[in-house]
């Protein structure tokens, strides 16, 4: 009886230690997945702080009036060339 019992424990012994092993293997694979995303979450965060600043040069004003002013050809009107409509 106390020999079955002894192969009982050894044997939930050796299953408790493979669980363990396999919990703590998962938890590494887990952590190293969580770092890579973390790595990636600020890669792509300074992207977004790069195009955000790219945006406000495209869109400044002085340097679409030069665009708009070399390209397109566009002036402001003179005062004599602006007419203003009344209902």
Do not use: Y
């Amino acid at each position: 009886m106390t020999r079955f019992l002894v192969i009982v424990f050894l044997v939930a012994n050796v299953l408790s230690a493979i669980g363990v092993v396999h919990a703590r293997h998962a938890h590494r694979q887990l952590f190293v997945e969580l770092t890579r995303l973390v790595d990636e979450r600020d890669e792509l965060n300074i992207d977004f702080g790069r195009l955000q600043i790219e945006q406000a040069t495209w869109a400044e004003a002085n340097r679409i009036d030069h665009v708009a002013r070399l390209r397109l050809g566009m002036k402001f009107p003179e005062a004599g060339d602006i007419v203003v409509v009344r209902p």
